[in-house]
């Protein structure tokens, strides 16, 4: 099993910062992949960066390719998901979730609850 806490969400005007927090508990933090994915209202639920359980391999969604950076601390058993040039379009929740494989591969099988991001313009 695996618990995972999201944590930095906010309001912010458009082209500020924000850093998320994901942090884990239970199985070994070296188990698993950890990806962030966003639900806007309305809309389906998008990935949006995912890092692998080495911290290797870094995956994004072209939408926040350059802005968006994927992190992870074993020390501390988190990751984060540093947000930089935010726009209004990336208001949504944001969660976090466990892939079991070790890497990007959609097994997510273990979500956090989310953390509302709200972008003004």
């Known amino acids: 099993q695996v618990q995972l806490v999201e944590s930095g969400g906010g309001l912010v005007q458009a082209g500020a910062s924000l850093r998320l927090s994901c942090a884990a508990s239970g199985r070994s933090f070296s188990d698993y992949a950890v990806g962030w994915f966003r639900q806007a209202p309305g809309k389906e639920r998008e990935f949006v960066a995912a890092?692998?359980?080495?911290?290797?391999?870094?995956y994004y969604a072209d939408s926040v390719k350059g802005r968006f950076t994927i992190s992870r601390d074993s020390s501390k058993k988190t990751v984060y998901l540093q947000m930089n040039s935010l726009k209004p379009e990336d208001t949504a929740v944001y969660y976090c979730?466990?892939?079991?494989?070790?890497?990007?591969?959609?097994?997510?099988?273990?979500w956090g609850q989310g953390t509302q991001v709200t972008v003004s313009s």
């Open positions: 890092i692998s359980w080495s911290g290797l391999n870094t």
């Open positions: 979730a466990a892939d079991m494989t070790g890497y990007h591969k959609g097994r997510y099988d273990y």
